[in-house]
C-alpha cells in the first residue's frame, strides 16, 4: 500500500501563489505515475496535472501556464506550485499515485487539502 499526505493549502487572494506538496510512503517503489486532482463543490472530481516517473508533465486547460508539477523522487514527495490563482481554482486538492504491482495497478488518494482564492 502507498499513503499520500498533502499539506500546503489555505487562503489566498486572488493572483497570489501556493505550494501544494505530498508525501508519499509505503511501496513507493510500485508508483509508476502522479498527479494532482481537484473538486469544487456540485462538481467532480479532475485531474489537475500529472506528471510520469520518467518526468513527463500533463496540465489540464485552465491551469497551463499557472501550475506546475514537479517530484523529488529521493524524498518520495510530489509538489503543485500555484502562481496566479484565480477564484475558480478554489477546491479541494487531492493527491493521486497509480502503483502497479504483481501485475495489478491501484489508485491510491491522499485526504486532500482545501485551497480557497477570493476576489
Known amino acids: 500500500q502507498v499513503q499520500l499526505v498533502e499539506s500546503g493549502g489555505g487562503l489566498v487572494q486572488a493572483g497570489g501563489s501556493l505550494r501544494l506538496s505530498c508525501a508519499a510512503s509505503g511501496s513507493t517503489f510500485g508508483i509508476i505515475f502522479m498527479g494532482w486532482y481537484r473538486q469544487a463543490p456540485g462538481k467532480e472530481r479532475e485531474m489537475v496535472a500529472s506528471?510520469?516517473?520518467?518526468?513527463?508533465?500533463n496540465y489540464a486547460d485552465p491551469v497551463k501556464g499557472r501550475f506546475t508539477i514537479s517530484r523529488d523522487n529521493a524524498k518520495n514527495t510530489l509538489f503543485l506550485q500555484m502562481n496566479v490563482l484565480r477564484p475558480e481554482d478554489t477546491a479541494v486538492y487531492y493527491c493521486n499515485a497509480r502503483v502497479f504491482l504483481l501485475v495489478r495497478v491501484t489508485d491510491y488518494w491522499g485526504q486532500g487539502t482545501q485551497v480557497t482564492v477570493s476576489s
Open positions: 506528471i510520469t516517473n520518467d518526468g513527463v508533465t
